[in-house]
């Protein structure tokens, strides 16, 4: 066999390579659960659906909500597991002050619908809408990983106002950490979902806090930090030494929680009291 029908052989392998990726990257990308949280596995974690039964449900909320919320969080989860298994935010949230809507996106937690950027964030827009809608005070949103990019989706063209966002291990856009990743293939030609979360926040004003795993082996640091570096608004950067993308949580103290609600909400409550949001026209 010569070198050129060697050659051939070979990039007709690697063509079809490539062509079965793109055929099948949702199921590289997306890790939904399909589990339908049981009402004991709600109760547990002090959580109800939101905001109406199976049929309908968008999230989750807390069962007991009879505190006093200066202001509403809208969470968005990362890739694995589904929105009820986050109770911890409500927690965090409640005792600084934020009602908190748990999201959960089509093709998770027993939610229809297909995975995928353009399903998510439009979705995710109509979820903070609704929320906006029901509850008072300024709108902020927090995501973490992929959820991050879809809190940054909807910032870019938001169906109410939003006052800031928290984006914890957020990358600067998913093709560059694909390429990262997938460094044998061409990641920009044949990603489909990208997520560019620099050019979705070029025109926010609002206030963002960014958390950051310094030794993050799923989104490296240095993309959180172009992010960050990126913004035009006002930001605020907390780094979690020796932390990596799944339990940066166990390292962010009650301390730099309320730093960080501090920060979301010392601004906010100035030009915005609890009073609700009106839809933007």
Same mark, same amino acid.
């Given at each position: 066999?010569?070198?050129?029908?060697?050659?051939?052989? /070979?990039?007709?392998? =690697?063509?079809?390579?490539?062509?079965?990726? =793109?055929? /099948?990257?949702?199921?590289?990308?997306?890790?939904?659960?399909?589990?339908?949280?049981?009402?004991?596995?709600?109760?547990?974690?002090?959580?109800?659906?939101?905001?109406?039964?199976?049929?309908?449900?968008?999230?989750?909320?807390?069962?007991?909500?009879?505190?006093?919320?200066?202001?509403?969080?809208?969470?968005?989860?990362?890739?694995?597991? +589904?929105? &009820?298994?986050?109770?911890?935010?409500?927690?965090?949230?409640?005792?600084?002050?934020?009602?908190?809507?748990?999201?959960?996106?089509?093709?998770?937690?027993?939610? *229809?619908?297909?995975?995928?950027?353009?399903?998510?964030?439009?979705?995710?827009?109509?979820?903070?809408?609704?929320?906006?809608?029901?509850?008072?005070?300024?709108?902020?949103?927090? %995501?973490? @990983?992929?959820?991050?990019?879809?809190?940054?989706?909807?910032?870019?063209?938001?169906?109410?106002?939003?006052? %800031? $966002?928290? $984006? /914890?291990?957020?990358?600067?856009?998913?093709?560059?950490?694909?390429?990262?990743? =997938?460094?044998?293939?061409?990641?920009? &030609?044949?990603?489909?979902?990208?997520?560019? +979360?620099?050019?979705?926040?070029?025109?926010?004003?609002?206030?963002?806090?960014?958390?950051?795993?310094?030794?993050?082996?799923?989104? *490296?640091?240095?993309?959180?930090?172009?992010?960050?570096? @990126?913004?035009?608004?006002?930001?605020?950067? &907390?780094?979690?030494?020796?932390?990596?993308?799944?339990?940066?949580? @166990?390292?962010?103290?009650?301390?730099?929680?309320?730093?960080?609600?501090?920060?979301? $909400?010392?601004?906010?409550?100035?030009?915005?009291?609890?009073?609700?949001?009106?839809?933007?026209?």
């Amino acid at each position: 066999m010569n070198f050129f029908l060697l050659a051939v052989l /070979i990039g007709c392998a =690697y063509a079809a390579f490539c062509g079965y990726t =793109y055929l /099948i990257q949702d199921n590289l990308l997306y890790y939904p659960n399909p589990l339908v949280p049981s009402q004991a596995m709600l109760d547990v974690a002090g959580l109800t659906e939101w905001p109406g039964g199976h049929s309908s449900f968008r999230g989750f909320v807390a069962s007991d909500s009879k505190g006093e919320y200066s202001a509403l969080v809208v969470v968005f989860h990362g890739n694995a597991g +589904s929105a &009820w298994q986050r109770d911890y935010y409500v927690d965090i949230f409640g005792t600084l002050g934020f009602r908190v809507v748990l999201a959960e996106y089509p093709g998770y937690g027993g939610r *229809p619908g297909r995975v995928g950027e353009e399903n998510f964030i439009e979705d995710a827009k109509e979820t903070v809408r609704l929320a906006a809608r029901q509850f008072n005070g300024p709108v902020f949103l927090c %995501g973490e @990983s992929l959820g991050a990019a879809v809190a940054a989706g909807v910032a870019c063209d938001p169906p109410v106002d939003i006052a %800031g $966002l928290i $984006l /914890i291990t957020p990358w600067d856009s998913l093709v560059d950490v694909a390429a990262r990743h =997938y460094w044998y293939l061409p990641v920009r &030609w044949l990603a489909r979902d990208r997520y560019d +979360s620099v050019v979705n926040l070029t025109e926010f004003k609002g206030r963002v806090a960014v958390v950051l795993a310094e030794k993050d082996e799923i989104v *490296p640091v240095r993309h959180g930090e172009k992010l960050f570096n @990126s913004l035009k608004t006002d930001k605020k950067l &907390w780094r979690l030494p020796g932390t990596g993308h799944n339990n940066w949580a @166990s390292i962010l103290s009650t301390k730099k929680w309320s730093e960080i609600a501090n920060f979301m $909400l010392s601004e906010a409550l100035k030009t915005n009291p609890a009073n609700g949001q009106g839809e933007k026209k």
